[in-house]
């Protein structure tokens, strides 16, 4: 069964940082193209980074660049994102999605965790 | 970064046609920008209707159909049903990605 398992949110201060982590199981997460996305409450997706499959390229919102770093383990399966310098503002739902291309570099399917939720108050 | 519109709520009654749309800031929405369309329902993570413009998954509803209209990607349910009452996102391709702000669709 192909899961994808957000963990690491909860409550943190303005400024404080977090580490979330997706745990990956029943697929190949080496190829897959991983991304983060979030969801303020009652409010659209949100774009927030990706990582390409063997970590060696990454991308960023503008509103977390310089904030939040990608990364991914292949070896154990996981995506991370470090958030620094959090503000209410990140406040959201955060899932991971997996994302496969095929051979020829196109589309083929995705995967999405359930998210985990981070508030950033005082 | 561009912006993306997406209409913030639209109703349809049940067996009825709806089109849902997706603006670009930075003109005419193309097939470069490979436009994605999601469903999400309450409390659910969001699932992958529509991809590359009008492609469909094994899963999705044959009412459902996506196209480029008038410069924007769109989403056109023909024949609602009941289960179709959700969020629905689209996502645009540029040097990274930017999602709209997701329409709510009431069937009713």
């Known amino acids: 069964e192909v899961q994808l398992v957000e963990s690491g949110g909860g409550l943190v201060q303005p400024g404080g940082s977090l580490r979330l982590s997706c745990a990956a199981s029943g697929f190949t997460f080496s190829s897959y193209w991983m991304h983060w996305v979030r969801q303020a409450p009652g409010t659209g997706l949100v774009w927030v980074s990706r990582?390409?499959?063997?970590?060696?390229?990454?991308g960023y919102a503008d509103s977390v660049k310089g904030r939040f770093t990608i990364s991914r383990d292949n070896a154990k399966n996981t995506l991370y994102l470090q958030m620094d310098s959090l503000r209410a503002e990140d406040t959201a739902v955060y899932y991971c999605?997996?994302?496969?291309?095929?051979?020829?570099?196109?589309?083929?399917?995705?995967?999405w965790g359930q998210g985990t939720l981070v508030t950033v108050s005082s | 970064q561009a912006v993306v519109t997406q209409e913030p709520s639209l109703t349809v009654s049940p067996g009825g046609t709806v089109t849902l749309t997706c603006g670009s800031s930075t003109g005419a929405v193309t097939s470069g920008h490979y436009p994605y369309w999601f469903q999400q329902k309450p409390g659910q993570a969001p699932r992958t209707l529509i991809y590359?413009?009008?492609n469909k998954h094994s899963w999705t509803p044959a009412r459902f159909s996506g196209s480029l209209l008038g410069g924007k990607a769109a989403l056109t349910l023909s024949g609602a049903q009941p289960e179709d009452e959700a969020e629905y996102h689209c996502l645009l391709s540029y040097s990274n990605w930017v999602f709209g702000g997701g329409t709510k669709l009431t069937v009713l």
């Open positions: 590359d413009t009008s």
């Open positions: 999605a997996g994302f496969y291309y095929d051979s020829r570099g196109y589309y083929d399917h995705d995967y």
């Open positions: 990582v390409n499959r063997d970590g060696s390229s990454t």
